[in-house]
Nanobody, 124 residues
Framework: QVLLVESGGGLVQAGDSLRLSCVAS????????MGWFRQAPGKEREFVAA????????WYGDSVTGRFTISRDDAKNTVYLQMNNPKPEDTAVYYC?????????????????WGQGTQVTVSS
């Protein structure tokens, strides 16, 4: 059974930093590309960031480029999302996802497994 468990969410003030973690089990983590998505109340789930299984390529959504950084530690089966200078509009439930093949990292349909999400609330 594949499990993705996110952690690190919470309440943060605008301009502070926050790091989300996602620990994977039940799969060969190093074979999977990983992504972060988010869903705000009343909005569709949107792409945030992704990292290739090799760790050599990353992709970011336009609204987070330059502020968020995705990274992975294969020894810990963990993918991270470093959120710097968060803004109130970053408030959402953040989900991590795993994809065996990922020709289009921004496409949610290409991800095979999803976590349950962690709430991030950014206050102004």
């Amino acid at each position: 059974q594949v499990l993705l468990v996110e952690s690190g969410g919470g309440l943060v003030q605008a301009g502070d930093s926050l790091r989300l973690s996602c620990v994977a089990s039940g799969l060969v983590f190093s074979d999977y590309s990983m992504g972060w998505f988010r869903q705000a109340p009343g909005k569709e789930r949107e792409f945030v960031a992704a990292i290739l299984w090799t760790g050599r390529s990353t992709w970011y959504g336009d609204s987070v480029t330059g502020r968020f950084t995705i990274s992975r530690d294969d020894a810990k089966n963990t993918v991270y999302l470093q959120m710097n200078n968060p803004k109130p509009e970053d408030t959402a439930v953040y989900y991590c996802a795993a994809a065996r093949y990922i020709p289009s990292p921004r496409d949610q349909s290409e991800y095979d497994y999803w976590g349950q999400g962690t709430q991030v609330t950014v206050s102004s």
